[in-house]
């Protein structure tokens, strides 16, 4: 969760970024209490039959499952926190033995796990995948197998300050004008929150690099992305890159490096920022702050094509070294996939879940999911190549460099050019 995204570099994700729900807090009570830690910053494995590893709200939220399962099958379970880098310590635990039999993350560890010959396929029933959100099935599909149980999907929405942009706009170019105006008026300080940061973030990025038509990794007839193909330097990211600059510090400054993870949501919050482009996880934050707002799709430029921001989705994997892997593809199998689960991780997260029948439920009673959700169908799943490690810091930083004013076709050439020879 609650993914970031971080500013997403290397095979880390979390929905993938810095801003997506980072996941800290601590299990409690029972089998679940969290486990000394190691030198790696990972729990001991300890005696535990089950062990599952994951962070945030969602341990707590486990609690009760977890133990319900033990107690049908006649196990013990352990939920354990992995407070910080949970798929690098989850790698090299299970490389040793001595990792949990379950882990829990951003589908976009996929590749990166399956490289590293992590986590074994689930099996499940096709009427359980055909239970799930479509795009949720596809984004735990790697190499024509499956290899996670998703529990919810996520992206990025337009999020608006209704007292200050009463309708949704159909454009960027509107967005600005509409943003323009209550700065014009005095109500407001700047039009839109964008994190950028002096590093970049091509996560916060994406929406607009689509739509103006740039791409990351072209895509096979099944979905699947071609690590081959580098959109990274082609013209439709050149095309982009030209967009961004005239948004750009030496444009109409509605991108600057000095508005990041760390004071984006604060601003918002300030109540005078109008639009702000980030991810349903930060509504909790919003409403305690007072901000009247609502959500909808982030929109792409005039003539363009639609914003695609990446759509997360957070899964429970099997470890292939864990020391009951049966209980754990029966876990997986049996209890991941139900409407009680799935309603207890929501509940815990805010996320719209991944099964078909919840996604509707919830959204009837939380006009929020179900924008959320709609929004997080209409994206495209976070590649989940290993290739991807070499794609996010130098994109961030070619980002970053043309909102500053570089010349924005050559810094995105040579950013393609990086990752390119990063790739051989």
């Known amino acids: ?38 030198e790696s910053g990972a729990p001991e494995r300890g005696d535990a039959d089950l062990v599952i590893w994951a962070n945030g709200p969602f341990v707590q939220a486990m609690q009760p499952i977890a133990d319900k399962f033990g107690e049908e099958n006649g196990i013990t379970v352990e939920v354990q926190t992995v ?20 882990v829990v993350g951003a589908h976009d560890w996929i590749g990166n796990l399956v490289q590293n ?28 197998q499956t290899y996670g149980m998703p529990y919810s999907i996520e992206s990025l929405v337009l999020i608006r300050n209704t007292d200050l942009a009463p309708e949704a706009p159909s454009s960027v170019e509107e967005l600005l004008t509409m943003g323009q105006e ?38 096979n007839d099944d979905g699947s992305y071609d690590p081959a193909d580098l959109g990274v330097g ?14 750009g510090e030496t444009g109409t400054g509605d991108l600057t490096q000095s508005l990041t993870f760390d004071n984006s949501i604060a601003q918002f919050n300030s109540g005078r920022i109008p639009f702000m482009v980030n991810g349903p996880w930060t509504l909790g934050d919003i409403r305690e702050a007072g901000i009247n707002y609502e959500i ?14 990446f759509t997360g989705v957070q ?64 994206g495209i799943p976070m590649p989940a190549l290993p290739a991807m490690a070499a794609v996010w810091a130098p994109l961030g930083q070619a980002e970053a460099a043309i909102v500053g004013g570089a010349d924005p076709e050559q810094t995105m050439i040579d950013a393609g050019k990086t990752i390119a020879a990063a790739l051989k």
């Open 182 to 219: 209550a700065v014009d008026a005095g109500t407001a300080d700047r039009a839109l929150n964008l994190q950028v940061g002096p590093e970049g973030d091509a996560y916060f990025m994406q929406p607009f690099y689509s739509s103006a038509g740039g791409y990351l990794f072209g895509q």
């Open 315 to 378: 899964s429970f994997y099997v470890a292939s070294k864990g020391e009951n892997k049966s209980f754990a593809q029966t876990f997986l199998q049996t209890v991941v996939g139900t409407d009680e689960t799935q309603r207890a991780l929501y509940e815990a997260y805010g996320i719209p879940p991944a099964t078909e029948s919840l996604l509707e439920e919830v959204s009837a009673e939380d006009p929020d999911a179900k924008l959320s959700a709609e929004a997080a169908a209409a």
């Open 296 to 309: 909808s799709p982030i929109p792409g430029f005039e003539g363009m094509d639609p914003a695609q921001p």
């Open 234 to 247: 082609q013209p439709g990211s050149i095309a982009a890159a030209e967009k961004i600059a005239e948004l």
């Open 1 to 38: 969760m609650a993914f970031a995204a971080l500013s997403l570099i290397a095979v880390s994700s979390g929905c993938s970024s810095q801003s997506a729900p980072s996941s800290t807090g601590s299990a409690s009570g029972g089998a679940s209490a969290e486990a000394a830690p190691v």
């Open 83 to 102: 407070a910080t880098d949970l798929q690098t310590n989850f790698v090299t635990a299970n490389a040793s033995g001595n990792g949990p039999d379950i």
């Open 117 to 144: 010959s992590a986590i074994d396929p689930v099996q499940i029933s096709e009427d359980q995948k055909e239970a799930l959100v479509p795009i949720a099935e596809q984004a735990v599909t790697y190499n024509g």
